[in-house]
């Protein structure tokens, strides 16, 4: 069993930065594919960026591609999610998930586990 934590959501004015935080338990971290989700009041759970086990190859929704960025740190069992830029439009709930099989991309259905979420509003 895989347990992901998410932190470091919270208010930010548009324009701002945040940075979350996503670690999981589990000795085998190194070898999951990670991704970062979020949904919006109202919409369908959306794809943000997904990173592969080692950290050398990223993926990125259009909407947030050159603002976000995704990487990890399999020493600390951790990967993350550096926001910059942010806009109105990025308010959600964040959800980290994670991949037994090392798939990284924007399928949810693909993801064995989620987070709780953590939230981020941004403000205009």
């Known amino acids: 069993q895989v347990q992901l934590v998410e932190s470091g959501g919270g208010l930010v004015q548009a324009g701002g930065s945040l940075r979350l935080s996503c670690a999981a338990s589990?000795?085998?971290?190194?070898?999951?594919?990670m991704g970062w989700f979020r949904q919006a009041p109202g919409k369908e759970r959306e794809f943000v960026a997904a990173?592969?086990?080692?950290?050398?190859?990223?993926r990125y929704a259009d909407s947030v591609k050159g603002r976000f960025t995704i990487s990890r740190d399999n020493a600390k069992i951790t990967v993350y999610l550096q926001m910059n830029n942010l806009k109105p439009e990025d308010t959600a709930v964040y959800y980290c998930?994670?991949?037994?099989?090392?798939?990284?991309?924007?399928?949810?259905?693909?993801?064995?586990?989620w987070g709780q979420g953590t939230q981020v509003t941004v403000s205009s």
């Open positions: 589990g000795r085998t971290f190194s070898r999951y594919g």
């Open positions: 990173i592969n086990y080692s950290g050398g190859s990223t």
């Open positions: 998930a994670a991949t037994i099989g090392g798939y990284f991309g924007a399928a949810a259905s693909q993801y064995d586990y």
